[in-house]
């Protein structure tokens, strides 16, 4: 097996390791559902197996399948996941020995898999790094599943590194066209493709993520109370479900606290703000007399390199993350304090934009030009439309695998049980373009 290969099985064994740490648990815990938003754990343990026997067994590697009987079963189309108790589901051990299977037979597909092959779906192992991806995203759900249970003791909380402050609240993009997009990252997904100029006017976006004690502000401000910062759906969703604060925080006198996988404890008022929805963060940046990025916006200042004219693909370049660049890959259960990572700041001096929080944009989940779907229309054409939000930046929860400057999430506007957060951004005013932001802290 020659290095390249040797570094897939790496992630492969990577992936695996951490969807059996996640679901090393009684069956009951396995089996239950903790809330109508999620499927119970077993049935995304299952998933991910069967969607490696679908892609890696069958599709690439020509295998008689498995277990055809289940395909539909763990389908993600076919059942929506308030109704997955309902089915026959896999039973824990039976899922454990049904994806170690699928797992064993994968290595063997690549051992004999060409790398170099003109066929999209083996170059450069394009579908290895579909069902790695794929896994490390649902690992993310499972944790947040397991946010949502309440039960303690399933997660690792390492050390990160301390925050910082002062420096300047804002960073200013000069006006002019970028190369949104790619097509040269081996793993990236259709959405991502193809890469496209894009001519924007200057503008600021904040140097890191909105932090609690902002947003605390606004709350003290009224701002839950006042239809003012929301919109027309915003206000409606606001008073249907009571929403008074981010999800899993709860207010005890002069304190906020909040309920982190089963653990109480105050709210660290200088991490990133985490579990708000789309109106939410929309309703903050209204507040705020700003406004959320577009997703280009979001995506320039992250990759955008204008001495070299490229885009790279981290913030910092294009070397890997590292423990000292981004909070990623589950290192701690939760986000840095601001200002951790002044090594991770992208060209313009954003920083945390990848690891922390998912960030919100303003943009809808819309076709790049030239999009096509590859490998299959349901990982994102059918989600095309005005009814996705983008998200970008990967959180805490992320794997460095899933995470680069042209990663596209999407959710439903009314989310917040994923690790999601937002900064904010304005439009520069004509002095301030053509002072190219000079004279602002």
């Known amino acids: 097996m020659n290095d390249r290969k040797e570094l897939i099985a790496a992630e492969l064994i990577a992936v695996r390791d951490r969807s059996l740490a996640y679901t090393d648990a009684d069956d009951d815990m396995l089996v239950r559902q903790h809330s109508p938003l999620m499927s119970p754990l077993v049935w995304d343990l299952a998933h991910v197996g069967n969607y490696e026997e679908l892609w890696v067994l069958r599709e690439a590697g020509g295998i008689t399948p498995l277990r055809p009987e289940i395909d539909e079963m763990y389908d993600a189309f076919k059942t929506p996941r308030r109704d997955r108790p309902t089915l026959p589901l896999l039973r824990p051990d039976e899922a454990r020995r049904y994806i170690s299977g699928v797992r ?17 779906l083996h170059r450069d192992g394009f579908v290895f790094g579909l069902v790695i991806q794929h896994e490390h995203q649902h690992d993310e759900t499972m944790l947040a599943t397991l946010q949502l249970s309440g039960e303690p003791g399933l997660v690792r909380d390492g050390a990160l590194p301390p925050g910082r402050s002062g420096g300047p609240r804002e960073v200013f993009v000069p006006a002019g066209p970028f190369r949104m997009g790619t097509d040269t990252l081996p ?20 140097r890191f993520p909105v932090g609690n004690r ?39 006198g002069d304190t906020w606290w909040r309920t982190r996988f089963g653990r109480t404890e105050p709210v660290p008022p200088d991490e990133p703000v985490q579990h708000v929805c789309w109106y939410e963060a929309d309703a903050y940046a209204r507040w705020a007399g700003r406004r959320l990025p577009t997703e280009a916006e979001w995506e320039k200042a992250c990759g955008w390199d204008p001495s070299a004219g490229r885009s790279r693909r981290y913030p910092w370049g294009d070397e890997a993350p590292t423990p000292e660049r981004a909070n990623l890959g589950h290192r701690a259960a939760r986000p840095a304090p601001l200002g951790a990572y002044p090594a991770g700041a992208s060209a313009y001096g954003a920083e945390q934009m990848v690891g922390d929080v998912w960030e919100w944009t303003s943009s809808w989940f819309l076709p790049y030009p ?13 989600f095309f439309g005005e009814r996705f939000r983008v998200l970008r ?42 002072a190219g932001g000079r004279g602002r802290a």
């Not at 493709?193 to 200057?202: E, M, N, S, Y």
């Open 214 to 252: 902002d947003y605390m502000a606004f709350i003290e401000a009224g701002g839950y109370d006042d239809p003012r910062w929301w919109t027309a759906e915003g206000w409606a969703w606001r008073r249907e479900h009571d929403a008074t604060a981010p999800l899993f925080w709860v207010r005890d």
């Open 187 to 206: 793993w990236a997904y259709d959405n991502e493709r193809r890469a496209h100029t894009v001519d924007l006017p200057a503008y600021w976006i904040d």
């Open 393 to 434: 930046g990967g959180s805490w929860a992320a794997d460095p695998a899933a995470v680069r400057t042209t990663f596209r999430n999407w959710d439903f506007p009314i989310r917040r049980q994923i690790f999601s957060g937002f900064r904010c951004a304005r439009t520069a005013t004509p002095e301030e373009a053509a």
């Open 370 to 382: 030239g999009f096509r779907s590859f490998p299959y229309p349901e990982y994102s054409e059918v």
């Open 104 to 120: 064993g037979r994968a290595l063997d597909v690549l051992d004999k898999i060409d790398l170099e092959s003109p066929d999209p």
